[in-house]
């Protein structure tokens, strides 16, 4: 039987010590990377600063690019904000901006490319540009040159006007950038009538916009657009309650764009859930309770219920420090037999006198089966605990949709 060898002991050469001062295997770039994008440096670990994690990260990050990998840096960036993989949009845009900075000519022009297929929405353009500014005097280079001038105006002139046009009325500044800011550095030129009556919108005024459009004869798609930003207005300056429901269920109206007095009213909000996206609904459900808006039995209640239901807003939350040991060590000691242990962990695991990977193995002899550990990554960190030559265990960073199937694969020894 293998001997136990504590957690404050290495097993091996292999391992180094983790924060905790416990012995772990240490994951590649690649896979700090990936944990980076998946969870960021948010809720750090339990041990470890915020700040230090995102320094450890992007420098993991600048090593992968010196090593001609900074193509696939970008190309991991796309996929994790494409498939909703992360947490939160801020680690992605942190790494975007650090990939757009970078001196390799290929990766920065790559990001540049990204920055729309990654920035779906105002506030990460805004934060995206912001980073690059907060890295404009470690990395030594400028910001508003002509790649990331031409990133901007893509993405502006990708969008349909309406597209355009609610994104400038929901959100109009963040992070001290404004869409102001941005059409006037990027030096926009409309891509088309929708877009230029939009961009005159922004950078003008709503009168401007009137008096330059009253005499023209506009496109079916122009004149809804234009209906669209009246009602933009007309909500901004009414306090009448059943205009501000009419606006709202006739021009799809959000919450962005009414005046907080409008928010005091239950039938606005009523009116503002038949359309609300779910992200929406989870953040407003303490609103929308305490305003009565969901009382039992209500409409309003099986509107909510139904989308709560939808499968792909699964959130992630994070867990506090464990002896991963445990698992294996409960299930030997009281004779239970399993295929498969998944351990969710920060990776810090003093805890206990036996390395999980130890405790398998010990198990495996006691029971006589081939068990394996999953060991899934709830934090950015340089460790993990899992044996890297051991094919019967493996790392899963972060939980997708597709991570059932890798865990079913793994379990039916498929990889």
């Known amino acids: 039987m293998e001997e136990a060898v504590s957690q404050m002991q290495p097993l091996n050469e292999k391992q180094v010590p983790n924060s905790a001062d416990g012995y772990v295997w240490q994951v590649t770039d690649m896979n700090r990377l990936q944990r980076f994008l998946c969870f960021g440096s948010e809720g750090g670990t339990y041990y470890i600063k915020e700040q230090k994690l995102g320094f450890e990260n992007a420098d993991a990050l600048l090593r992968l690019i010196e090593d001609g990998k900074g193509c696939e840096v970008v190309q991991e960036i796309k996929t994790f904000s494409q498939e909703g993989r992360a947490a939160k949009p801020e680690p992605i845009l942190f790494a975007l901006a650090v990939s757009s900075q970078c001196s390799d000519a290929k990766t920065k022009q790559a990001a540049y490319k990204a920055v729309p297929e990654v920035c779906h929405v105002p506030t990460q353009l805004f934060t995206f540009i912001q980073f690059k500014k907060d890295l404009k005097v470690g990395m030594k280079c400028g910001i508003w040159g002509r790649a990331l001038r031409k990133a901007v105006a893509d993405w502006y002139n990708g969008k349909n006007g309406m597209a355009v046009a609610l994104a400038v009325t929901k959100c109009k500044q ?145 867990v506090g420090p464990t002896n991963c040991s445990l698992p294996m060590l409960w299930a030997q000691k009281n004779g239970v037999a399993a295929d498969v242990f998944i351990v969710f962990t ?70």
Not at 379 to 401: E, N, V, Y
Request: glycine letters at 6%; proline letters at 4%.
């Open 174 to 318: 963040r992070n001290g950038w404004s869409h102001k800011d941005l059409l006037r550095l990027s030096h926009l030129k409309p891509a088309n009538e929708g877009l230029a009556m939009v961009t005159k919108y922004v950078m003008k005024g709503w009168n401007e916009v009137q008096e330059a459009y009253k005499d023209i004869k506009l496109s079916a798609e122009s004149e809804k657009l234009l209906k669209y930003l009246e009602a933009v207005e007309k909500v901004k300056h009414t306090k009448d309650e059943l205009e501000v429901i009419h606006l709202i269920e006739e021009y799809n109206l959000v919450r962005e764009q009414l005046l907080t007095s409008h928010l005091k009213s239950k039938d606005v909000w009523k009116a503002l859930l038949q359309e609300m996206p779910l992200t929406a609904i989870l953040r407003n459900l303490g609103k929308m309770t305490a305003s009565s808006v969901l009382e039992p039995g209500s409409p309003e209640v099986t509107i909510v219920c139904e989308r709560l239901r939808n499968e792909k807003l699964l959130k992630k939350i994070p």
């Open 346 to 415: 920060d990776n810090e695991t003093f805890a206990g006198d036996i390395q999980p990977a130890t405790a398998l193995r010990t198990y495996r002899e006691a029971m006589g089966i081939p068990s394996k550990l999953i060991v899934c990554g709830m934090t950015s960190s340089t460790f993990t605990i899992a044996d890297p030559d051991d094919r019967g265990m493996l790392d899963i960073c972060g939980f997708d949709t597709g991570t059932p199937d890798v865990i079913q694969n793994f379990a039916l020894d498929l990889i």
